[in-house]
């Protein structure tokens, strides 16, 4: 999973619940994502980073934060948790530069499920 | 109109047939375009990476891409059991825009 690692890799939570994900690279790539992935729905993306304290919102943010505080670490929290965002998270990595494709390389993946 | 379609499956083929996924889309603007596979449980894994029209060939994969159809596809020779996973298309207009993913195609090679 190109060093990658995300934790907790599985999490049962209830309603109202603060959350905190984690994603951990070892590459050193300046982007990073969250993302969801839901039956009918695909992969959607939630936040992204482009560097230590740059984050910018994706598609479905709402309910969501983001926190970078260092290159290698990307958090998600979910302040107050819903049923909604039961999900499988995956937190993606990429490298914007002029000789790379800038593809997207992904984690194995959190579930989460909020009762 | 969504963006990226892409037919869901599952799709069951007999082991050793040629395999052919596909994804249509709307925006003319794609100009990259992406197959990822996933196993169940895993995280997406990059498989093809084309730039613009044309065919691009990797082992037993080939990814071609029709602009003017806005038609891109995945063919895999061949196929294995192990070939059985999730495929995603995905697609973006220039290399700093967002990565917009197709729902997947669920396929099964049969022993």
């Known amino acids: 999973d190109a060093g990658i690692t995300q934790s907790p890799r599985h999490k049962v939570t209830e309603t109202g619940t603060p959350v905190t994900l984690r994603c951990h690279q070892t590459?050193?790539?300046?982007?990073m994502y969250w993302y969801r992935q839901d039956p009918g729905h695909g992969l959607r993306l939630i936040h992204y980073s482009y560097g230590v304290k740059d984050t910018d919102k994706g598609e479905v943010s709402d309910g969501y934060s983001v926190s970078r505080s260092k290159t290698e670490d990307f958090l998600l929290t979910l302040e107050s948790a819903t049923s909604s965002q039961t999900s499988v998270y995956f937190c993606?990595?990429?490298?914007?530069?002029?000789?790379?494709?800038?593809?997207?390389?992904f984690g194995p993946g959190t579930r989460l499920t909020v009762l | 109109q969504k963006e990226v379609e892409q037919d869901p499956g599952p799709l069951s083929v007999p082991e050793g047939a040629i395999v052919s996924l596909n994804c249509t889309y709307s925006n003319s603007a794609f100009q990259y375009f992406m197959w990822y596979r996933q196993y169940s449980r895993k995280g997406p894994e990059l498989l093809m990476y084309t730039y613009s029209s044309g065919n691009k060939e990797d082992g037993r994969f080939t990814a071609q891409v029709d602009k003017s159809s806005k038609y891109i596809s995945l063919f895999i020779r061949d196929s294995q059991p192990s070939d059985s996973a999730t495929y995603l298309c995905?697609?973006?207009?220039?290399?700093?825009?967002?990565?917009?993913f197709g729902k997947g195609t669920r396929l099964h090679i049969l022993p």
């Open positions: 590459e050193n790539h300046r982007y």
């Open positions: 995905a697609m973006r207009p220039n290399r700093d825009d967002k990565i917009i």
């Open positions: 993606a990595i990429s490298e914007r530069d002029t000789t790379s494709t800038d593809t997207q390389y």
